[in-house]
């Protein structure tokens, strides 16, 4: 209890008496107890000294309320299994697996399957989980509870380790019994598991029958493309832009033999004009020596004969068969001449009897010349004509040659790339393939359980020590708070710093503790007026 006295004028003001039983003299009047001041070490000391009692009675509450609480919650087991992700036989190199997605996905996809209401119902039902709640509580509730009881947790990579993939997960069950908890936990790790291979032996199934199906498409448009590069080859067969080389040096070498021919063909011409000349001389010398020669006539044919002779030294030289054959007839027309200029001058008047026309050797030779002339000349035209066609075809050809080649190229890029993408579904058909029947033999990456479900031998909720530590942390918060708010409404001061704060006065005068004297009724008023006296006998500050 404080009490305070004001002497007048004098300004002094004497708190009575503190806690601790001193008095403190002041000498300035009170300003108001509003702020506070910063607490030190000591004065938390204090605090602690004065409130220790409260405090060590909650915090021995908060421990016994934690065991207790811990005694009265059910127990809860948990079985704890760990399974590890094997990786193929065949390495990657030799077989590239199926599977598009990730484990960490995958692991995801099949967790939600797994944990799915229809896999949970199945087993809520098989082993009559929550069978005391089983007819007041809808079934989803109690697959709903039974998920949050399995906790699927992925391990982590070893520190150093690039590969990305997953090396294997967690899986806990919490249940109510300890052996329920173990068999719920082989139930879901079995589940992992097949689920696991069906999913992998399904889409690698899947794959290769989506390849062959699109292989098929591939291989009719192939096909298509075939027919038509084949179709536009046959139409210009020879024309094509890898015979543009071998048709230019065709045709360069096919003008030579085309004028090798004209010559040909004109020189026979010549042959047959000339032999149709001499057969026209033998004939007429022949129906000459029928009729009679005439020695005019025969003059005739000699200078005819003579020219053609001067004309075929100009292109033979003597021992040309055509040449000799001149020759022998110029000779034989000057003995005809010379025979008939005879028979004039000693000529008979008796008649001649005329025997039957026969030609000479020298006319059906000349004839026969003439039709070997005209086979020649027929067959130099023909190979004239023909050689004249093949030159216009190649022409064509070359002419059209570009517009041939664009048309080509687009049809054998279309072709190549039909062909590309043929050779690339079937190559990833065949390791589909391999892929599907590397699964099916159960070779490829597959989950291997490291550790079999666990039987607990404790529980895992509640933990009695947790519990114990948690109520006696909580007391401990519990009791520094009350405490803090008990000192927050203590108005009293204490020490010489609480008085120099909250008034804002020097200290004047300390009074010890002592034993003040009662009254006549037991109070405490002389004391009061004793001190009530010292203060009034202390000097004034003014």
């Given amino acids: 209890m404080r009490r305070q006295i004001t002497a007048g004028s004098t300004g002094i003001t004497a708190p009575l008496l503190s806690d601790s039983g001193v008095a403190y003299v002041t000498g300035e009047n009170e300003k108001g107890m509003v702020k506070h001041r910063e607490l030190n070490f000591d004065d938390y000391v204090a605090f602690l000294r004065r409130q220790h009692r409260q405090i060590i009675l909650l915090v021995i509450l908060g421990a016994a309320a934690g065991l207790l609480l811990s005694l009265v919650l059910p127990r809860r087991y948990t079985s704890h299994t760990m399974v590890l992700v094997e990786q193929p036989t065949v390495p990657d190199n030799y077989v590239k697996p199926v599977m598009g997605e990730g484990l960490n996905q995958r692991l995801a996809s099949m967790q939600e399957q797994i944990l799915s209401r229809t896999r949970l119902q199945h087993l809520v039902e ?5 069978a005391k709640d089983a007819k007041r509580v809808p079934m989803e509730q109690l697959v709903e509870r039974l998920q949050k009881s399995i906790k699927v947790t992925p391990l982590e990579a070893m520190p150093g380790t690039r590969s990305p993939e997953l090396p294997g997960f967690n899986v806990d069950v919490t249940m109510g019994e300890a052996r329920l908890a173990q068999q719920i936990c082989g139930e879901i790790t079995s589940m992992f598991m097949e689920q696991n291979l069906r999913l992998r032996q399904q889409q690698a199934e899947d794959t290769t029958e989506f390849l062959a199906k699109q292989l098929e498409n591939a291989k009719a448009k192939l096909d298509e493309q075939d027919a038509k590069l084949a179709a536009f080859q046959s139409r210009y067969i020879g024309a094509l832009p890898e015979d ?6 065709v045709l360069m070498g096919m003008t030579p033999q085309l004028e090798v021919a004209t010559q040909a063909l004109n020189q026979a011409q010549q042959e047959k004009a000339f032999a149709e000349s001499l057969l026209n001389q033998q004939l007429a010398a022949l129906n000459s020596s029928q009729q009679g020669e005439d020695p005019q006539k025969l003059e005739q044919q000699l200078e005819r004969a003579q020219g053609l002779l001067l004309s075929l030294r100009t292109r033979y030289t003597d021992q040309h068969p055509d040449v000799a054959k001149v020759k022998n007839e110029i000779a034989e027309l000057k003995k005809k001449i010379h ?3 005879a028979e004039d001058q000693g000529q008979s008047s008796q008649p001649q009897v005329k025997g039957p026309l026969v030609e000479p050797l020298q006319i059906q030779q000349l004839r026969a010349q003439l039709h070997q002339a005209d086979l020649v000349i ?5 190979e004239q004509e023909q050689l004249q066609r093949q030159i216009r075809t190649l022409q064509s050809r070359v002419q059209l040659s570009p517009m041939i080649q664009q048309e080509f190229k687009a049809l054998t890029r279309d072709h190549q790339t039909a062909l590309d993408f043929y050779n690339d579904l079937l190559k990833k058909r065949n ?14 990456q597959q989950f291997r359980v490291l550790d079999p479900p666990s039987l607990p031998e404790r529980p895992s909720f509640p933990n009695r020590s947790l519990f114990s530590l948690a109520g006696l942390g909580a007391g401990l918060a519990v009791g520094l708070g009350m405490a803090q708010l008990a000192e927050s409404r203590d108005k009293s001061m204490r020490t010489k710093r609480d008085v120099e704060f909250y008034l804002g006065a020097r200290t004047l005068a300390l009074i010890p503790p002592f034993e003040p004297a009662t009254g006549k009724n037991g109070s405490r008023k002389d004391a009061a007026a ?3 006296e010292i203060s009034l006998r202390l000097p004034s500050r003014g």
């Fill in 244 to 249: 543009e080389r071998t048709n230019l040096t």
């Fill in 339 to 341: 025979e008939a200029s």
């Fill in 126 to 130: 098989r082993f009559g989980l929550y």
């Fill in 530 to 532: 004793a001190l009530t």
């Fill in 431 to 444: 390791e589909s393939q391999m892929a599907t029947e590397l699964e099916r033999r159960q070779q490829g």
């Fill in 378 to 382: 027929s067959q130099k035209k023909h």
